[in-house]
């Protein structure tokens, strides 16, 4: 099992496409995370998807006092966009699976 590093609220995702790249947007809520550590997608109760965290950016919206972080993957065959990945606690390992 992995050891947990931190603990990711994910509130939204997208693509660039262009870029091969996936983005999730949320607020760290426990924990730490850094570039090169990745993230467990859970797609069903007994299975997760790791995926490997490429860059961290933070991210200000218009009208809101907190800001967000937003965790970039890279993403060639654009699976994770189908996951809809939002609204969800991801947690954040040092290893992982690619």
């Known amino acids: 099992m992995l050891e ?3 603990k990711f609220h994910a509130i ?3 693509a660039i496409r262009a870029r091969k790249e996936f983005y999730i947007i949320g607020q760290l809520v426990e924990g730490k995370v850094e570039p090169n550590w990745f993230a467990g997608i859970q797609l069903n109760p007994s299975l997760a998807l790791t ?3 490429k860059q961290i950016d933070t991210v200000e919206m218009f009208g809101e006092q907190a ?7 890279e993403d060639d065959d654009f699976l994770l966009l ?6 969800e606690l991801i947690n954040i390992t040092v290893e992982g699976e690619e």
Do not use: E
Not at 67 to 73: E, F, K, M, N
Not at 82 to 87: A, D, E, K, M, T
């Open 12 to 14: 939204d995702s997208f």
């Open 82 to 87: 189908g996951l809809n990945v939002g609204s």
């Open 4 to 6: 947990v590093q931190g």
């Open 67 to 73: 800001s967000y972080l937003l965790l970039v993957v």
């Open 51 to 53: 995926v490997r965290i």
